[in-house]
């Protein structure tokens, strides 16, 4: 079975759609939720849950999937799978200090529901009427790409004609704190799957199409099998985070490479989904594919990779 992109959602300070992710603007000041979705149902809502609607509304907006009447498909036949490493971790981290510095019944029952890992996939799935599978990924440096992993996989199963993937990671100070200060995207991006044939029923526009899937331990080998299974190089590779220094010149030599870490911030389990999102813009701009996207190096017990190609290349 054949899994597209049908829609993106892009939500980060410096870019609001995949071509942005590409060419970013220079300077932008931090996403401010109630501007792109209006305040109702933010109250309470962590900033990660917050910046999960917006990326949301948009990439199901720009499937055809949602208009002012609500989702134009029905909701037991949508899938949710969200991806992020940080998201509710200042809600952990104030819980512990109160707890620490007083007693448990000291904490904010509003509080609560944001200590829960999976806030974020079921608010999101609650706001929007998404009754298919639910599904939250927390798992390191390939969360992201995993993330657009089973989401394909639920398709392909038959447990869904389609699914939302998200990935989000906010900027705060427990988020900071706990990377040794590093900057995070503060924002979030998302991708509307579906098969091939749920697309072309309701006459979507195929963005781009998932290819294969890989995951192992070490980058090398990654690339190795993606390059067996894909059976040609390929003209973009999307960089595993923050370690361009780390990876070697000798990796898919002469292959352009892009770097989301170096531009956008910590990525952290938002990175495999910004990957797929900046190359549907790279295809949207007129490139060809395949496009790879990873996460790893040769060093991590845990590497991954997924490759894209242009719908007109497919």
């Given amino acids: 079975m054949t899994v597209v992109v ?27 939720p109630k501007d792109l979705v209006g305040r109702k149902g933010l109250r309470y809502k962590d900033r990660a849950t917050q910046l999960a609607y917006c990326a949301a ?26 991806s992020s490493n940080y998201g509710n ?12 510095e ?31 599978p639910n599904l939250m990924l927390c798992n390191g440096a390939t ?19 389609r699914a939302l993937v998200l990935g989000v990671e906010p900027d705060n100070e427990s988020v900071r704190a706990f990377t040794g200060g590093s900057r995070t995207i503060d924002g979030a991006a998302a991708l509307v799957v579906e098969s091939e044939e749920s697309a072309a029923e309701r006459g ?3 963005q781009a199409v998932l290819g294969d899937y890989v995951r192992g331990a070490g980058l090398g080998r990654c690339l190795e099998r993606l390059a067996r299974t894909t059976g040609d190089r390929p003209a973009l590779w999307q ?22 870490g170096e531009v956008f911030g910590l990525g952290s389990g938002a990175l495999g989904v910004l990957q797929c999102a900046a190359a549907v813009g790279w295809f949207a701009r007129g490139g060809a594919g395949p496009v790879y996207a990873t996460a790893g190096t040769d060093a991590d017990d845990a590497s991954a990779g997924i490759a894209l190609r242009g719908r007109a290349a497919a």
């Fill in 6 to 32: 049908s829609g993106v959602g892009v939500v980060l300070p410096r870019a609001r759609s995949a071509p942005e992710l590409l060419a970013p603007a220079a300077e932008a000041p931090p996403v401010e």
């Fill in 57 to 82: 509304d948009a990439a199901l907006r720009n499937a055809g999937l949602l208009d002012g009447g609500g989702l134009r498909v029905p909701g037991g036949t949508v899938a949710m799978v969200a």
């Fill in 89 to 100: 971790l200042d809600t952990i981290c104030r819980a512990m200090d109160t707890i620490a």
């Fill in 102 to 132: 007083h007693t448990a019944a000291a904490g904010s029952a509003m509080d609560l529901p944001n200590a829960s890992s999976n806030v974020i996939a079921s608010s999101v799935a609650i706001r929007f009427g998404l009754r298919g």
């Fill in 143 to 161: 969360s992201g790409l995993d993330a657009v992993h089973w989401a394909a996989t639920l398709i392909r199963g038959g447990r869904a004609a």
């Fill in 204 to 206: 979507a526009s195929a």
């Fill in 239 to 260: 960089l595993p985070e923050q370690r361009a220094a780390a990876v070697p010149d000798t990796l898919l030599e002469g292959v352009d490479r892009h770097d989301l």
